[in-house]
């Protein structure tokens, strides 16, 4: 494969983005939400095959020196991303064409000019263009999290505005301090300067810092639980599984490019990991929306992520990424499976909804095994990627090992008695009498009696099917994905082929 296809995985949604503004048809402009992240899913599945034998392909921009220019690289770990995301991605705009909400105006522009910067973020090799694919994936979300346009998304807008615009501040300095210590922001050149100190240190750990907050872990995530579950279900499902998702990646990217093993002050990323699964577990008790809860459960899966680079081993991050995959699969199919939800009933409050069970039987078997899946129980992928961190974290053989197994442990407790009180408040309990049509999204319509019609229709129960049965599925079939999370690990602990590839072209 000619390494220049890269550029076509950036391209594709950039020229879709413009396509869609230029031509207002809504067809035309499904045709482009859909096929855009499905080019690039099916592009990546190709990238995982050619990595089985190339195991990393780089082209420089221009022709440039190799190390001046600005270079995108693809490794198997890229690969597999490009293919999450992607995922992820299509699967949340099915569900958004079929509530509607693509009909909103240049709503598919703004999801493609996003998925262009999580597509460019993920396969640059370089900082500063890792730093402006970055601000083309959120400002597009600026406008997404208020697509509504109601006065209660907007002040949430404005919230996320502000800490994601100072978190890129801090990100842009960082990236400059990096330059300023080393002469390069090449993370292959970065890659071939030993265990950075004094000055460089620094700045590496200022672009850390920035991306931890981006990745919405604690004790920065309240920027995250409050902003997220105040979209609708389909734009959470969508931010979920790539904005934070992005900051994760390059955090296991650099920090694995730059350090060999722990940094000096590894101790900081392990309390950092522990207090995510704790707070984030922990929280959801005190929440009175479903995907309140949901939204500190993201928290609490960042947190088990960051536990493959707080051990930084081979087992580590393997089960690190294929945590990743389980996590970003099962809190889509979650928050699509209470999107349909919300859609039929018009509330996600534990105060309005009672006895569902009896009502959408095929919603509950899926919610109940996406909730599974969050707390690691069979028959989910849930069980293995917690199975792999205890295994990694173990084998560490240290009083920090035990530590990060005690957190999973009792992270995994606490999650069990919030999302029983999530399953018993919504889905248990006597049938319900009354409900507020999804047109009352403020809350203030007057509840109606329920009647047998009202249910929800199959089409909004197709997204989150398709992501817990992902979930089983990789519970019955773990070895691919655990031959692809291994060659991941693998790429991400010995650097020799991709400095070859980008550098020694």
Same mark, same amino acid.
């Given at each position: 494969?000619?390494?220049?296809?890269?550029?076509?995985?950036?391209?594709?949604?950039?020229?879709?983005?413009?396509?869609?503004?230029?031509?207002?048809?809504?067809?035309?402009?499904?045709?482009?939400? =859909?096929?855009?992240?499905?080019?690039?899913?099916?592009?990546?599945?190709?990238?995982?095959?050619?990595?089985?034998?190339? %195991?990393?392909?780089?082209?420089?921009?221009?022709?440039?020196?190799?190390?001046?220019?600005?270079?995108?690289?693809?490794?198997?770990?890229?690969?597999?991303?490009?293919?999450?995301?992607?995922?992820?991605?299509?699967?949340?705009?099915?569900?958004?064409?079929?509530?509607?909400?693509?009909?909103?105006?240049?709503?598919?522009?703004?999801?493609?000019?996003?998925?262009?910067?999580?597509?460019?973020?993920?396969?640059?090799?370089?900082?500063?263009?890792?730093?402006?694919?970055?601000?083309? $994936?959120?400002?597009?979300?600026?406008?997404?999290?208020?697509?509504?346009?109601?006065?209660?998304?907007?002040?949430?807008?404005?919230?996320?505005?502000?800490?994601? =615009?100072?978190?890129?501040?801090?990100?842009?300095?960082?990236?400059?301090?990096?330059?300023?210590?080393?002469?390069?922001?090449?993370?292959?050149?970065?890659?071939?300067?030993?265990? %950075?100190?004094?000055?460089?240190?620094?700045?590496?750990?200022?672009? =850390?810092?920035?991306?931890?907050?981006?990745?919405?872990?604690?004790?920065?995530?309240?920027?995250?639980?409050?902003?997220?579950?105040?979209?609708?279900?389909?734009? $959470?499902?969508?931010?979920?599984?790539?904005?934070?998702?992005?900051?994760?990646?390059? =955090?296991?990217?650099?920090?694995?490019?730059?350090?060999?093993?722990?940094?000096?002050?590894?101790?900081?990323?392990?309390?950092?990991?522990?207090?995510?699964?704790?707070?984030?577990?922990?929280?959801?008790?005190?929440?009175?929306?479903?995907?309140?809860?949901?939204?500190?459960?993201?928290?609490?899966?960042?947190?088990?992520?960051?536990?493959?680079?707080?051990?930084?081993?081979?087992?580590?991050?393997?089960?690190?990424?294929?945590?990743?995959?389980?996590?970003?699969?099962?809190?889509?199919?979650?928050?699509?499976?209470?999107?349909?939800?919300?859609?039929?009933?018009?509330?996600?409050?534990?105060?309005?909804?009672?006895?569902?069970?009896?009502?959408?039987?095929?919603?509950?078997?899926?919610?109940?095994?996406?909730?599974?899946?969050?707390?690691?129980?069979?028959?989910?992928?849930?069980?293995?990627?917690?199975?792999?961190?205890?295994?990694?974290?173990?084998?560490?053989?240290?009083?920090?090992?035990?530590?990060?197994?005690?957190?999973?442990?009792?992270?995994?407790?606490?999650?069990?008695?919030?999302?029983?009180?999530?399953?018993?408040?919504?889905?248990?309990?006597?049938?319900?009498?009354?409900?507020?049509?999804?047109?009352?999204?403020?809350?203030?319509?007057?509840?109606?009696?329920?009647?047998?019609?009202?249910?929800?229709?199959?089409?909004?129960?197709?997204?989150?099917?398709?992501?817990?049965?992902?979930?089983?599925?990789?519970?019955?079939?773990?070895? %691919?994905?655990?031959?692809?999370?291994?060659?991941?690990?693998?790429?991400?602990?010995?650097?020799?082929?991709?400095?070859?590839?980008?550098?020694?072209?």
């Amino acid at each position: 494969m000619n390494p220049a296809f890269l550029l076509l995985l950036i391209a594709v949604p950039l020229l879709a983005s413009a396509l869609s503004v230029l031509i207002t048809s809504r067809t035309f402009d499904r045709i482009l939400l =859909l096929g855009a992240p499905s080019f690039v899913g099916l592009s990546g599945v190709g990238l995982l095959i050619l990595h089985e034998r190339t %195991p990393v392909i780089a082209h420089s921009v221009g022709g440039y020196v190799p190390g001046l220019a600005i270079p995108f690289v693809s490794d198997t770990f890229t690969a597999l991303m490009l293919v999450l995301t992607s995922l992820t991605a299509l699967i949340s705009c099915i569900f958004l064409v079929s509530t509607g909400e693509d009909q909103y105006r240049f709503v598919p522009a703004l999801i493609l000019m996003m998925l262009t910067g999580v597509y460019g973020a993920l396969l640059t090799g370089d900082l500063f263009n890792f730093f402006v694919f970055v601000e083309v $994936m959120v400002l597009p979300a600026y406008a997404l999290v208020a697509v509504t346009g109601t006065w209660r998304r907007l002040g949430v807008g404005r919230m996320y505005v502000m800490v994601n =615009l100072l978190t890129s501040t801090i990100l842009l300095i960082g990236v400059g301090f990096v330059y300023g210590a080393f002469g390069s922001v090449n993370i292959a050149v970065l890659t071939t300067l030993g265990t %950075p100190t004094g000055q460089g240190a620094l700045a590496l750990g200022v672009v =850390l810092f920035a991306l931890t907050i981006k990745a919405g872990v604690a004790p920065f995530h309240g920027w995250l639980v409050r902003s997220y579950p105040n979209t609708s279900a389909g734009m $959470m499902s969508l931010f979920s599984g790539l904005h934070s998702k992005v900051a994760i990646y390059a =955090l296991y990217r650099i920090y694995t490019a730059v350090y060999g093993q722990p940094a000096p002050w590894a101790t900081v990323i392990v309390i950092i990991a522990i207090a995510s699964i704790i707070i984030g577990s922990l929280s959801g008790l005190g929440r009175n929306r479903v995907r309140d809860v949901l939204a500190f459960q993201m928290t609490a899966g960042v947190g088990h992520i960051l536990l493959g680079i707080a051990v930084l081993s081979a087992a580590a991050l393997g089960a690190g990424a294929f945590y990743t995959v389980h996590h970003m699969i099962t809190m889509s199919g979650l928050l699509l499976v209470m999107g349909a939800v919300e859609q039929t009933y018009g509330t996600g409050s534990f105060k309005k909804l009672s006895g569902l069970a009896s009502r959408e039987r095929w919603a509950s078997v899926l919610m109940i095994l996406g909730l599974f899946s969050l707390i690691g129980l069979p028959p989910t992928s849930g069980l293995w990627g917690k199975i792999g961190l205890i295994t990694a974290a173990t084998a560490a053989r240290s009083s920090v090992g035990w530590w990060l197994v005690g957190a999973i442990v009792l992270g995994a407790i606490i999650s069990l008695i919030a999302l029983q009180r999530t399953w018993r408040n919504t889905f248990w309990g006597p049938p319900m009498q009354t409900y507020r049509p999804d047109s009352a999204e403020t809350g203030r319509a007057p509840a109606v009696p329920i009647t047998r019609s009202v249910r929800i229709p199959r089409r909004l129960l197709v997204p989150g099917t398709i992501m817990i049965a992902l979930s089983v599925a990789l519970f019955v079939f773990p070895e %691919p994905l655990l031959e692809i999370t291994h060659r991941a690990a693998m790429g991400l602990l010995d650097h020799t082929a991709y400095v070859e590839a980008v550098i020694a072209q």
